[in-house]
């Protein structure tokens, strides 16, 4: 996590964007996120050349005779080379001028023709009549404030952490909008564990602001892995959601060389068209309409049966499949109708994939879990070998998981998964497809269902048709109340005599007159 301040418990990142989001006035949450974004990567940036810059001047070492103004010194240390007017320092200076807007545009101009693999990604968006000269200048002073000390390390891993957080509050900010570039991070990192991608090839086809690539990048360091071990492989058809996710990636140092962007999409123009991954992550558009069915008719990859040309979600599931390798696996989030629809044929094309036995393991998602919709969610875990030696023979089995009764709201829309959460829902993946793991059903929360149960219930993969009921021990002993009910009558009873022998002597002792 980021630094915090001395004065408070309160960690820097969420400081910054309680004081980035004060300086935002009149401008859209939409439009001024390319605003704050675009000042932090530019300072992630800058920090990485200065400090590089300043080992090139002392001239020592390997760097004797070397020229800090050789862009090529720059490219062999795999650093962006910043020109003179594009440096934070100088555009520091210049923050309290009235036309630092212009500075601005034309410093992320000057970077893109410096540096190939930032051409069309930097947003030139500081001159316009909506942000005055002022709020920029304190913006420039605010992220002037991020990054402690001249370590690159360091610096890329407090700029990295503070961009991925302000992706996400500005996400919070667009509400609906907002789902289209942002996953939200508790169903990535669920996603990641649940996959482990410690090495191979990962693909992203609708891969919106980079996070599931993030998340897996964290995920190999976090467990002692090597960054260099995976190679990432996306494609986004929006433009500018395109643009932050290369910006996530290089402020994280991650090669971003085969994220492509096309705005006719995955389906129409596919980038990777003959790469075979080993892991495929996605969130894909719920239940889209306008996917291009109609262009697509006798496609190769639906393998498994046409997808509706009303709805998505399976071509999606294919799109996916066509991509894994032999031994390759999926995790991706669905709407939860995909688990039971049997419109156009998405019944039978469900069928196909559990008799194929590609279907690992269901996720049952609880509600408000997304920005853009409450439609109710699920994750898919495919595997196209369920057989192989990494993990125990489970061809005839799915794993249904039903978690909609975890996670904590942050607000009155919007819904999380803890750390806990997360790790009971992996445990129990982990511990049932493991050879050594000691797995159990859990009524109302998990179940092992054979290919058996699965064909009786005419394939519907929804979790809370498997997993019952939870069973609720509310510490009652039924011998043990029944011993007590019995004590308890049998005084009273006594209590009963004792009173009614008591009535009989007082009415013995009632004198009753002559008449």
């Avoid at 980035?20 to 000042?39: Q, S, T």
């Avoid at 002037?144 to 370590?151: E, Y």
């Amino acid at each position: 996590m980021a630094k915090s301040n001395n004065n408070t418990t309160e960690p820097i990142e969420k400081q910054l964007w309680k004081a980035a989001d004060k300086l935002r006035k009149n401008i859209d949450a939409a439009e001024y996120k390319h605003i704050v974004l675009g000042l932090i990567f530019l300072k992630y940036i800058s920090d990485a050349f200065e400090e590089l810059h300043t080992k090139l001047l002392t001239d020592e070492g390997d760097y004797a005779n070397a020229d800090p103004e050789d862009r090529d010194e720059y490219i062999a240390e795999n650093v962006f080379f910043v020109p003179p007017s594009a440096r934070w320092t100088y555009l520091q200076s210049r923050a309290k001028l009235p036309e630092i807007g212009k500075d601005m545009d034309a410093a992320m101009d000057a970077i893109e023709k410096d540096n190939a693999s930032l051409r069309g990604v930097l947003p030139k968006v500081f001159a316009r009549g909506n942000l005055d000269p002022t709020s920029l200048g304190s913006l420039i002073d605010l992220v002037s404030n991020i990054a402690f000390g001249d370590a690159k390390a360091r610096s890329a891993d407090v700029l990295g952490h503070v961009y991925e957080y302000f992706l996400g509050e500005f996400a919070l900010a667009e509400g609906k909008q907002g789902g289209q570039f942002y996953t939200p991070k508790s169903i990535v990192k669920l996603l990641i564990e649940m996959l482990e991608p410690y090495s191979g090839r990962v693909l992203d086809p609708c891969c919106g602001s980079g996070g599931m690539f993030v998340q897996s990048e964290k995920f190999v360091t976090e467990h002692q892995g090597k960054v260099n071990d995976i190679s990432i492989y996306g494609q986004e058809s929006n433009q500018t959601t395109w643009r932050l996710a290369k910006m996530n990636l290089a402020i994280r140092g991650i090669d971003s060389s085969q994220v492509k962007w096309n705005n006719e999409g995955s389906f129409l123009n596919n980038a990777h068209k003959d790469l075979k991954a080993d892991y495929v992550i996605a969130n894909p558009p719920f239940n889209d309409s306008d996917w291009s069915g109609d262009q697509l008719r006798g496609d190769a990859r639906w393998k498994f049966g046409e997808p509706p040309r009303g709805n998505a979600n399976y071509a999606w599931i294919q799109h996916f499949l066509y991509h894994l390798n032999p031994n390759g696996q999926a995790g991706f989030v669905l709407a939860k109708g995909s688990l039971t629809s049997k419109t156009s044929g998405e019944g039978d094309i469900r069928q196909a994939l559990v008799e194929a036995r590609l279907v690992d393991c269901i996720v049952n998602l609880p509600g408000k879990l997304f920005l853009n919709t409450q439609i109710p969610a699920s994750l898919w875990f495919l595997s196209r070998n369920r057989a192989n030696g990494k993990f125990r023979n489970r061809t005839n089995e799915i794993l249904f998981i039903d978690a909609r009764n975890l996670g904590y709201l942050i607000n009155r829309r919007t819904l999380e998964f803890e750390d806990a959460d997360i790790a009971q829902i992996t445990a129990t993946y982990h511990n049932w497809r493991s050879p050594d793991g000691e797995y159990e059903d859990v009524p109302g929360f998990c179940k092992s269902a054979t290919f058996e149960q699965v064909a009786k219930l005419g394939y519907v993969l929804t979790p809370g048709r498997y997993v019952g009921l939870p069973v609720i021990d509310d510490g009652f002993d039924f011998a043990e109340c029944f011993a007590e009910l019995q004590n308890e009558f049998a005084a009273q009873l006594e209590e009963e005599s004792r009173l009614n022998t008591l009535i009989q002597k007082n009415l013995a002792k009632v004198e009753i007159p002559n008449e």
